[in-house]
């Protein structure tokens, strides 16, 4: 159970530092065309930066359905994979982005960081000027409480 336990958590793990390395350098590089669609406001519930989405939740799937029948290592960073998808879903497109309406302004000191880096990552609509492109592991200076209104 505790070796299941670290696969899942290196998953996780190993998705944010993936997520950032793929945000940062090529959705904010060669695919910038698609995920321009994010830093743009739009009407309906789905942009085409959502294909990334479907790259993401696809590697997962695989890793899964390879290591279901033995439960080894893939079947665990597979769930951690999904694991760190379903956070991303509730923190960024349901908390930050309101995409959904089901939760209201966050309350806790890490919750705020979150919106706050997310926040000075949209500030530019430029593919060059942006910053903090990670989620769960955000630098300490967007926990500071500068009287800024979350």
């Known amino acids: 159970m505790i070796e299941a336990i670290a696969w ?3 998953g996780f793990g190993i998705m944010e530092a993936f997520s950032w390395w793929v945000h940062k350098y090529v959705m904010h590089g060669v695919l910038w065309k698609i995920h321009k669609s994010h830093h743009e406001h739009t009407k309906g519930y789905f942009e085409l930066n959502d294909l990334f989405t479907l790259l993401f939740g ?3 799937i695989v890793l899964i359905f390879l290591g279901v029948e033995s439960f080894d290592y893939r079947f665990w960073i597979g ?3 999904s694991l760190y998808g379903m956070l991303y879903f509730i923190l960024h497109d349901v908390l930050i982005h309101k995409r959904l309406k089901w939760l209201g302004r966050p309350k806790s000191k890490y919750l705020k960081a979150i919106t706050k880096a997310h926040r000075e ?3 530019t609509m430029e593919k060059d000027d942006a910053v903090s492109f990670g989620l769960f592991f955000i630098p300490k200076r967007y ?3 500068e009287g800024e209104k979350i």
């Open 79 to 81: 769930c951690g994979i």
């Open 8 to 10: 899942t958590l290196l």
């Open 121 to 123: 990552h949209h500030r």
């Open 143 to 145: 926990f500071k409480d």
């Open 58 to 60: 696809g590697s997962a």
